[in-house]
């Protein structure tokens, strides 16, 4: 599971140019995701075996020359409650600030684990002047050079080392056979109405489960032949204090509920329609291989002449295309219409992400789909595809075994998975498709 790493600090301290180097010019990268409401705010990174998310909190300071001192306050309270591990990045050119004691006075009160990095330490004076910054009182200090990269490899060395390993001591407390909900999305949609009917309608809540490396609240639900851990979004905990209205909060706050999740239930208000932060979710749970169900309430505030289920469907579809394979619900969560159904459609849609499929039947069924269909010949060879398999992976992911792999299209790749779909179950999930040498 995905740790989070926020790095923060006052403006022009090189938080983005760190930010850059962690996750861009790496080459255990796996994966680089745009922000969920503008670019190159989070990524994900591979470093010494264990994955990670970086989040850069450089993003989200509004303006440039001014030091808004209370954002940036906000924003560091937010990494504290939310992040695994918080990078402190100061600038050694113009020395410890008051702005840096503040920061660092809120750090040292925090269990969570942290490390002081001192950036623009590219000459021998410079190195000699940053050793002023161990007067700041944190362990685990780091001179680095964001520009240059001098430094990062031993930053990511010392943040891997803290992470917590693949068993961690509280995942015998979850049982991993039993599916994991999220439900994601803007504020103000009704994902704290849809949790709270939930609970409070369907009353056999076995326990809350504090666990997990980044204490995520998982609540099991037991009733009417379902089970199902509901993970902690927004409105299950009861919080001192609430940053709706900073952008941070809201993606720091989905990328965790997205990570921990197997199946995310999307929701979307009916009278707002989908917007451009509800696609970047939907790209995020699709990169990460997670469930999908969108779920689209406040059906009833919705002037039905005009606007039918079926239309406002196609034209959600035809936005999130090319992957619309997706079930699509029309709820109103005050009025509790079609909320179980919503569950029910998550664990269907769980089904589908963790099925198996024979070896034998793949192969009767698409190779002789592939025959009647070849992939276009290469330099006036024919490409044959000899045989298909399912990889042991957590989500459905093909091999299809062939002469030429390199030279399979994008169209044709394409055509293969529309026809994975059509014959199997595949509804709402993300599905990959290889070519290999025979």
Not at 17 to 44: H, P, Q
Not at 94 to 102: F, Q, V, Y
Not at 266 to 278: C, F, H, P, R, S
Not at 295 to 309: G, M, P, Q, R, S
Request: charge should be neutral; include cysteine; charged fraction near 25%.
């Amino acid at each position: 599971m995905s740790q989070i790493i926020a790095i923060v600090g006052r403006p022009n301290v090189g938080k983005s140019t760190l930010f850059n180097r962690l996750i861009g010019e790496r080459k255990a990268i796996i994966d680089d995701v745009s922000g969920v409401t503008r670019d190159r705010i989070y990524g994900f990174s591979n470093w010494n075996g264990k994955n990670f998310t970086v989040v850069d909190t450089g993003g989200f300071v509004k303006g440039s020359a001014d030091v808004f001192e209370k954002e940036i306050r906000r924003q560091v309270e937010i990494a504290i409650e939310e992040a695994s591990i918080i990078i402190f990045l100061t600038d050694v050119t113009t020395g410890i600030t008051d702005l840096d004691e503040e920061v660092a006075r809120m750090l040292r009160k925090t269990p969570k684990k942290v490390v002081l990095a001192v950036n623009k330490v590219d000459n021998a004076t410079r190195q000699l002047s940053a050793n002023e910054f161990w007067s700041l009182g944190f362990d685990n200090t780091v001179f680095l050079s964001s520009i240059s990269g001098s430094g990062t490899g031993e930053l990511l060395d010392l943040v891997t080392d803290m992470l917590p390993g693949e068993t961690d001591e509280n995942a015998h407390r979850i049982n991993p056979e039993i599916p994991k909900i999220a439900i994601v999305g803007q504020p103000n949609v009704g994902k704290s109405s849809m949790i709270n009917a939930l609970m409070d309608e369907e009353r056999n809540i076995v326990t809350d489960i504090a666990g997990t490396t980044r204490d995520a609240i998982y609540t099991l639900y037991n009733k009417f032949d379902k089970q199902f851990y509901l993970i902690d979004t927004a409105g299950i905990r009861k919080k001192a204090k609430v940053h709706e209205d900073l952008e941070f909060y809201s993606v720091i706050r989905a990328i965790k509920a997205i990570e921990e999740a197997d199946i995310c239930i999307l929701m979307i208000d009916a009278t707002v329609g989908l917007e451009a932060q509800d696609l970047s979710i939907i790209g995020l749970i699709q990169k990460r291989k997670k469930g999908l169900v969108v779920v689209v309430n406040k059906w009833d505030l919705v002037e039905k002449e005009t606007n039918t289920a079926r239309d406002f469907e196609k034209k959600l579809k035809d936005k999130i295309a090319p992957f619309n394979d997706v079930p699509v619900l029309f709820t109103s969560v005050l009025e509790k219409q079609r909320i179980f159904k919503t569950i029910e459609t998550a664990l269907e849609v769980h089904t589908n992400r963790i099925q198996k499929i024979k070896t034998s039947v793949l192969n009767n069924l698409m190779l002789e789909i592939i025959e009647k269909n070849p992939p276009p010949t290469f330099r006036g060879k024919s490409i044959k595809i000899k045989y298909v398999t399912q990889l042991p992976l957590f989500y459905p992911a093909f091999v299809f075994y062939c002469n030429y792999p390199d030279q399979i299209n994008n169209s044709y790749r394409n055509f293969i998975e529309n026809q994975l779909r059509k014959h199997f179950n595949l509804t709402g999930v993300s599905i990959s498709v290889y070519f290999r040498d025979k």
